[in-house]
């Protein structure tokens, strides 16, 4: 029962950064910033936020249509590890890609990301 509540507690993460990912639109401006990129890359942005976002909300409903079964069986932990180090390896990525921001912001985003990775790590320890 402990590691269920982890369980939704990683799939309200996910439902969240999911929600965080449709307001890309608005908050780059992307009606005005993507027309001055490359035809490419113009689509590869909203293409990747788009399937982000699916991935997050499916996790999402994996965790919460099969709670249970998410912290005890081997494919469920399989999920919630893969998960965790999808949330760490973001996280590791932050200063990377987000050099320019200033170190505050980049430190805030980056324990953003270690709360989902540690969301899913909680939800594998042992009821």
Known sequence: MKSQF?????????????GFHLGFWRLFRWREELPKLQPVN??????????????????AALQVGWAREAGETPLGRVLLGVMAGFWLLRAALQPVFW???PRTTNLLFSLLFLTGAGLHLLALLPA
């Not at 982000?52 to 909300?57: G, K, M, Q, R």
């Open 6 to 18: 982890w369980v939704y507690a990683a799939a309200a993460y996910n439902m969240a950064l999911a």
């Open 42 to 59: 113009r689509g590869v942005l909203p293409v990747l936020n788009i399937m982000l976002t699916f991935v997050f909300l499916a996790v």
């Open 99 to 101: 050099a320019p921001l």
